[in-house]
């Protein structure tokens, strides 16, 4: 079975500011793939970024980036010059064979 | 930009009533899947679809559950005897490949806007 925290229900951060949410998971497979959605209040998800767990490097889209740390199974996600329309919910993901398991998610709130 | 449709926005029904919640997945993939999230808490997987037959299913996904692709273009989830537990959103998700070790962008999942379903 797999499993996905996200320690902290909510963050807060000033506009332009860098902020980074939390995500641990377990898994007992070793072909797995790790993912940030996004849940604005549409409560459409929205992919963010991904990581491929057999790639050591960290994933990079923009503003927003990843630190994946294979050993630790920790995958947390920083949201560079944050914006206002950064503000939502953000889901951790883990992907193997077919199914996405979430974590419960991080309200992000971002102050202007 | 090609995207996952679903319809009807917001469902209402009656305790012990049949739902189908539609769902128009991207037109070149080949994997299909449901999703709900019930208010507050996460999303739960429910069912993945492939070449006209479950390929997974969690706990969740019950006798009382079905899906079925009845033409080239639809993906459905029925409710046989929806409960007052059955309201949540539920997301319909599609992807080109299903296989996580695939690589690349085709073990993506590409969700819809969801269905919010109402059980009175």
């Known amino acids: 079975a797999q499993t996905v925290t996200q320690s902290q229900p909510e963050m807060s951060v000033q506009e332009a500011e860098t902020v980074t949410l939390s995500c641990t998971y377990d898994t007992s497979e070793s072909d797995y793939y790790l993912f940030w959605y996004k849940q604005p209040p549409s409560r459409q998800m929205i992919l963010v970024i991904r990581?491929?767990?057999?790639?050591?490097q960290n994933a990079t889209e923009n503003r927003f980036s990843v630190n994946f740390q294979k050993a630790a199974k920790s995958f947390s996600l920083k949201i560079s010059d944050s914006q206002l329309g950064d503000a939502a919910m953000y889901f951790c993901a883990c992907r193997s064979n077919y199914k996405l398991t979430f974590g419960k998610g991080t309200l992000l709130t971002v102050n202007p | 930009e090609p995207e996952v449709t679903q319809t009807p926005s917001h469902q209402v029904t009656q305790m012990g009533q049949e739902v189908i919640l539609r769902c128009v997945p991207i037109?070149?993939?080949?994997?299909f899947y449901w999703y709900r999230q019930i208010l507050g808490q996460k999303v739960e997987f429910l069912v993945s679809f492939y070449n006209n037959e479950i390929s997974e299913k969690s706990e969740i996904f019950d006798d009382q559950f079905s899906v079925e692709r009845p033409d080239g273009s639809n993906f459905t989830l029925k409710i046989r005897s929806t409960k007052l537990e059955d309201s949540a959103m539920y997301f319909c998700a599609s992807s080109p490949r299903g296989q996580a070790f695939f690589g690349g962008v085709g073990n993506i999942q590409y969700f819809g806007a969801g269905t919010r379903l109402s059980v009175l």
């Open positions: 990581q491929e767990a057999y790639k050591q």
């Open positions: 037109s070149n993939h080949l994997y």
